[in-house]
């Protein structure tokens, strides 16, 4: 059982470039989440999905999600900036109660933008 | 807001030296209190989910313990294989974990 699988695990991108993370998970979780981690800040919320064909929350400056499907979870950083360097954790849970019971985490993407 | 806070930020211990880490809480309707360990490069992984004050939890050399302002994570006899970072959340009438900064526990021989 693979959980939830981020990839790259790594990656450089020049400022004004744009990426995708991925994220996948094989539980048939429906909510699923990312989270940004960075020295002395704790994980921080970017976005979450209470399930597939849903978004729930506006979507921060400078990042763009789409959940097609149970599975994926793509997190699009659009023009990047320094300012978003950081570890992104991906996370799911089962879908209900929402978010209450224990969400698995991804191994982490560490992402720098220079 | 929901407002988590972990102390201390670092803890050392000699291995078999008893402890314990805290995290006090503010939150609107907590639905539930979640420890997590993290390893260096991974991901959190998941260790306890406390509901209600006075619920308990125990796990190998860990216990968790919940009232209605904090959490205590208890580590009885630490070994060397404990050290880790442990983050604390809650989850309050939102949809999303709320994190702390996390405790950096290094256990040595």
């Known amino acids: 059982n693979a959980g939830v699988t981020q990839t790259p695990k790594f990656h450089i991108l020049k400022t004004g470039q744009s990426m995708t993370l991925q994220c996948a998970q094989d539980?048939?979780?429906?909510?699923m989440s990312w989270y940004r981690q960075d020295p002395g800040m704790g994980l921080r919320l970017i976005y979450y999905s209470a399930a597939a064909g849903t978004t729930d929350k506006e979507v921060p400056n400078g990042y763009n999600v789409s959940r097609l499907n149970t599975e994926d979870f793509p997190l699009r950083l659009v023009s990047a900036a320094p300012s978003q360097t950081s570890v992104y954790l991906c996370?799911?849970?089962?879908?209900?109660?929402?978010?209450?019971?224990?969400?698995?985490f991804g191994q982490g993407t560490r992402l720098t933008v220079v | 807001e929901d407002q988590v806070t972990q102390s201390p930020e670092a803890l050392r211990l000699q291995e078999g030296e008893s402890s314990s880490l805290n995290c006090s809480y503010t939150?609107?309707?907590?639905?539930?209190l979640f420890w997590y360990r993290q390893d260096p490069g991974k991901g959190p992984e998941f260790l306890f989910t406390l509901y209600s004050a006075g619920e308990e939890k125990e796990k190998e050399r860990l216990k968790a313990t919940l009232t209605k302002k904090e959490s205590f994570l208890h580590i009885t006899a630490p070994k060397p294989e404990d050290s880790a970072t442990y983050l604390c959340?809650?989850?309050?009438?939102?949809?999303?974990?709320?994190f702390g900064k996390g405790t950096s526990l290094l256990v040595t021989p």
């Open positions: 539980m048939n979780h429906g909510y």
């Open positions: 959340a809650v989850l309050g009438t939102g949809y999303a974990l709320n």
């Open positions: 939150v609107s309707g907590l639905r539930g």
């Open positions: 996370a799911s849970s089962p879908a209900y109660p929402p978010g209450t019971l224990e969400a698995f």
